[in-house]
């Protein structure tokens, strides 16, 4: 079976993280885009297509919370995994008050940013399938009126 | 930190009601029926005094008994009332004196007020004058005490406020300290992590010394996870400033902890029982800290008993505080590394086994909860580590925690567990 690729958005400041984590997940089969900053994750979104978005709290600038608003407000569908490595699950549960999906403690074990990663692609998925049912069921009901 | 000074309101309002019966007045003149007929007219009033006939006998009666006020008559054979007001002055400095001179001998009284006393009176005396004098001196006593349980006071908070800025101070320094080491740590992870992926590929497969590659890389890997240990810990250490409180039932709590450590007991053979007591007060407290010291303890006796070995968590309720006990039948711990035990860094594991966080965090955990952690041990019969737990302590960031008290704890946890 072909895996498919989760589009995963990975946001930090940390150049050099964004870049080796890109390459981890590159190569166990994900397509990743790179963005160091909270206002150049926005802008990404607004160009491309994103299934999670894996997004550091701590940033200078629009900090990780500030950036997760913008994103459910004008992203809703997009899920988002918090990285903190300020160990402060305080703020964690605050992103998750907020609409993310789950957090994970930097460093981060793969095998539980995987897991999270799939989870919340499927979560995604299955949101979609259900807005793509209702629609053609509203269709149906239109076409059903003429 | 609030400084909570209304406190010191009570001492100040005491001394303003400070009743004649309180006032432990000695009356000393060598002419008796005079000294009696002042001590009756007192009496009268509801002060009954104690009495002396010469500057030597006031000093033996105070040697005794200390008094607040001494009226002194200055002409008496023998050691006069000048001598005595000094030998008063220096034995019992807290002691006020009233002098009473002749008409002829001001002088003397003036000399006295030089000398220390309160102030004088002159023969013949007034009683209701006699009697606001020595109220008067009664109170400046009374006045001064205040002043000093309240200079007492302040300097004990003074010194609770140096431990809780140091204490601060060292929480800022671990957050720094931690966050600047897990960013580049994370880099390192996913470096050797896609390493690791690499090595894997089919067009690798042949490569020379492979092994030592992915040798290497394992090193790497465990050694990320004893770093990321220590600063998850210290992290730890500086979140529980940020206490949550809620009500916490210790039984329970004591249950899920042993919950959480039982299957490394279990592998070790060790059993672990929980005496509950009949009846344990509700506590309001900060569960997730709690539990976080319940567990170190835990898994630190699981450490240290041998397979067979039993652990014994005790729960008791003293007055209004409770108890919680952690027994082992372990190697007990010699009586050099008692005292270093709470230490930060100190560890008798084997390096990159144990942190020597665990008790450090704990016994800080513990204070900041208002208690205390306290450690007995026998060589070669075990440890016991006692915690006691005030039912409620008061703070200044005192919020409920049921919005998300229960928030994922035991994955928190099961990730922060302290060894």
């Known amino acids: ?146 | 930190m609030d400084v909570e000074i209304h406190n010191l309101k009570p001492l100040a309002v005491a001394s303003e009601k400070n009743n004649m019966k309180d006032i432990r007045l000695l009356l000393v003149d060598d002419e008796a029926d005079f000294r009696q007929a002042i001590a009756r007219r007192l009496a009268k009033r509801g002060l009954v005094p104690e009495q002396a006939q010469s500057g030597q006998e006031c000093l033996t009666v105070l040697a005794k008994k200390s008094m607040d006020v001494v009226v002194l008559d200055v002409k008496m054979p023998g050691m006069d009332g000048i001598e005595t007001l000094g030998h008063i002055k220096n034995k019992h400095p807290k002691t006020e004196v009233i002098l009473l001179t002749g008409q002829a001998t001001t002088q003397d009284g003036v000399e006295g007020i030089k000398a220390g006393a309160f102030d004088y009176l002159t023969k013949p005396i007034e009683l209701d004058h006699l009697l606001s004098k020595i109220k008067q001196a009664h109170e400046k006593i009374m006045h001064g005490e205040a002043q000093q349980r309240e200079a007492e006071f302040r300097a004990k908070i003074e010194q609770q406020m140096i431990a809780t800025e140091r204490l601060a101070s060292l929480g800022t320094l671990a957050v720094g300290v931690a966050h600047e080491i897990n960013n580049p740590l994370a880099i390192i992870n996913e470096s050797a992590g896609w390493m690791k992926l690499l090595l894997k590929r089919e067009e690798l497969a042949g490569m020379p010394r492979k092994a030592d590659f992915e040798k290497a890389i394992h090193k790497i890997e465990t050694s990320i996870e004893r770093a990321k240990k220590i600063t998850h810990q210290l992290l730890g250490f500086v979140q529980k400033q940020n206490s949550v409180y809620s009500q916490v039932n210790l039984a329970e709590l004591a249950d899920e902890a042993i919950q959480l450590v039982s299957r490394e007991a279990i592998n070790r053979e060790i059993k672990i029982a929980l005496q509950p007591a009949q009846t344990l007060p509700y506590i309001r407290s900060d569960p997730y800290r709690l539990r976080q010291v319940l567990i170190n303890l835990l898994t630190n006796a699981i450490h240290a008993t041998g397979s067979g070995g039993q652990i014994t968590v005790t729960l008791e309720g003293l007055g209004k505080d409770v108890m919680m006990k952690v027994s082992d039948t372990g190697q007990g711990i010699p009586k050099e590394n008692l005292e270093k035990i709470f230490e930060p860094f100190f560890s008798t594991k084997d390096p990159g086994q144990g942190t020597g966080l665990g008790l450090f965090v704990s016994k800080g955990i513990i204070e900041k909860l208002g208690g205390t952690i306290t450690v007995e041990s026998k060589l070669g019969q075990g440890s016991v580590f006692c915690t006691r737990l005030p039912q409620y302590q008061a703070t200044d960031r005192d919020q409920t925690a049921e919005a998300h008290g229960r928030f994922d704890v035991l994955e928190k946890i099961k990730g922060e567990i302290v060894s």
């Open chain 1, 1 to 146: 079976m072909i895996k498919i690729p989760t589009r995963i958005l990975i946001v930090d400041d940390e150049k050099d993280f964004v870049e080796m984590l890109s390459l981890r997940l590159a190569e166990v089969g994900e397509k990743t885009t790179p963005a160091y900053s909270g206002k150049e994750c926005l802008k990404v979104l607004a160009q491309q297509e994103i299934d999670v978005v894996i997004l550091d709290i701590k940033m200078p600038g629009m900090d990780g919370i500030e950036t997760l608003k913008e994103i459910k407000k004008n992203f809703p569908l997009v899920e988002v995994i918090m990285l903190t490595g300020h160990g402060t699950t305080q703020t964690a549960v605050e992103g998750m008050k907020l609409g993310a999906f789950d957090y994970l403690l930097k460093p981060a074990e793969f095998s539980d940013l995987s897991a999270k990663l799939e989870a919340a692609r499927k979560r995604k998925d299955e949101h979609q399938e259900r807005i793509r049912k209702a629609e053609v069921k509203l269709l149906l009901r239109r076409s059903g009126d003429i």
